[in-house]
């Protein structure tokens, strides 16, 4: 029997690693707009995430939003939204991506607490999605189409 590596290879999937933190959570490198940082993957996350710290550093152009965010144990927060970014993991890339902004000194506040390094945001479903994604949990490798 085949590789998953190579099986998904064949089919035009470019791979990623994935790091897996003190916190049991799988980070990935992404940059957004030509920036590099550091994100959890977050399946369970509709929308791809940065923190309202990060908007110059990702050069961002943000307008307001109606929609408030929830999740790790905070609600009703407030957001921002940036359209029309380029997103890059690997050599995988979307153009035209949305993400959301808000706080997210609670998320970064439990990975130190934890021994774990702080991230720009999180890469959610919606990426995922675009990118017909596959994890590699015991390889630790993030599968994207191209």
Known sequence: MQSLKKFLSEKGYT?????LTKTNHFEVVASIN???GRFILDTGAS???IGFDCIGHFNLETEDSEIKAAGA????MLTQVSKKNTIKIGSWSK?????VLFDLTHV???LTIHDALPVHGIIGADVLKKAKAVIDYNKKNLFLKC
């Not at 791979?15 to 790091?19: E, G, I, Q, R, V």
């Not at 153009?95 to 993400?99: P, S």
């Open 47 to 49: 929308n791809t995430c």
């Open 34 to 36: 030509g920036v590099t």
């Open 73 to 76: 144990g905070a609600t009703n």
């Open 108 to 110: 970064n506040s439990a």
């Open 95 to 99: 153009k035209r991506v949305k993400i």
């Open 15 to 19: 791979k990623a690693p994935l790091t």
